[in-house]
């Protein structure tokens, strides 16, 4: 858990320098300036020594803090990924991690030419959002069927039966967003 903002709160309310707090509490000055440039977390006994040189109970160095890791999850291409064979013509990819913590779940998924999804039946509340980024490809929702092409979007209630297929002649690629319903 980072405590670098709320330390150096906590410090400058008490007109206490890094070097004073180090004397004070036993913590080496570079890891003072390490934890308050969020550059490490430090150690129960370093929180510990630190709250005691501050005349604060240990509580208080981590009043109001947020992980702040877990309010952004950054993927890049050479972030590792899974993929997923959906079908035999057909296969997706999560893009994101630590899924089942989030309120989205977005996959890019592709569909070789003459092939299809399974199948797909959510949950109730469950909802989808598909936008095509490449290709042209058929959306059958219960007994209904939606034909999109390259920038097409459809919005559904995703505890509709339903499954896409690919249309056209080039491998279609589809930006997928999943609300899981919450458990």
Do not use: W
Request: proline residues 2%; aromatic residues 6%; charged residues 25%.
């Amino acid at each position: 858990m980072y405590i670098g903002k709320r330390l150096k709160e906590l410090r400058a309310a008490r007109g206490m320098s890094l070097s004073g707090l180090a004397e004070k509490s036993g913590v080496q000055i570079a890891t003072l300036s390490r934890i308050e440039h969020l550059k490490m977390t430090g150690t129960l006994e370093s929180h510990m020594n630190i709250a005691k040189a501050l005349d604060i109970d240990i509580t208080q160095l981590y009043t109001g803090i947020i992980k702040e890791e877990d309010k952004v999850d950054l993927r890049t291409s050479k972030s590792a990924t899974d993929v997923f064979v959906h079908s035999d013509k057909a296969s997706y990819e999560i893009l994101t991690a630590k899924v089942l913590s989030k309120k989205m779940m977005p996959i890019s998924l592709k569909i070789e030419p003459n092939g299809k999804t399974n199948k797909e039946l959510n949950q109730a509340g469950t909802e989808k959002f598909i936008f095509v980024l490449d290709g042209k490809i058929e959306v059958k929702i219960g007994k209904e069927s939606y034909s999109l092409s390259k920038h097409n979007t459809l919005y559904f209630d995703a505890a509709l039966e339903h499954y896409l297929i690919n249309q056209g002649r080039i491998t279609a690629k589809v930006l997928c967003v999943t609300t899981p319903v919450a458990l």
